[in-house]
């Protein structure tokens, strides 16, 4: 059974800074590029960034471009977000995310893309 487990989520002013990991286990994710997703109350999910499998790939969103940095550690099936000068509108449930495919496309910035999620972690960003 195939379990992606997020954790690091919580409260944090404005301008503060949390980091988010996500641990696989279950199945083998070798050349998976794994994703981060963010879903807002009465908003849809909507994509963060996407790092390919060797982490020499990655694709960030406009909207956390220079605040948001993703890396991956393989040996331990781990990829981390490290969300930085955080504002109130990052509140939201994050998800992680695997799937294949080519890190960069389009068609990887889609939550259909993915085969694999977590449950989500809350990240609280006040005012």
């Known amino acids: 059974q195939v379990q992606l487990v997020e954790s690091g989520g919580g409260l944090v002013q404005t301008g503060g800074s949390l980091r988010l990991s996500c641990t696989a286990s279950?199945?083998?994710?070798?050349?998976?590029?794994m994703g981060w997703f963010r879903q807002a109350p009465g908003k849809e999910r909507e994509f963060v960034v996407a790092?390919?499998?060797?982490?020499?790939?990655?694709d960030y969103a406009d909207s956390v471009k220079g605040r948001f940095t993703i890396s991956r550690d393989n040996a331990k099936n781990t990829v981390f977000l490290r969300m930085n000068s955080l504002k109130p509108e990052d509140t939201a449930v994050y998800y992680c995310?695997?799937?294949?495919?080519?890190?960069?496309?389009?068609?990887?910035?889609?939550?259909?893309?993915?085969?694999?999620w977590g449950q989500g972690t809350q990240v609280t960003v006040s005012s």
């Open positions: 790092i390919s499998w060797s982490g020499s790939s990655t």
């Open positions: 995310a695997g799937a294949a495919g080519q890190v960069g496309s389009t068609l990887m910035r889609s939550p259909r893309r993915y085969n694999y």
């Open positions: 279950g199945r083998s994710f070798v050349g998976y590029a």
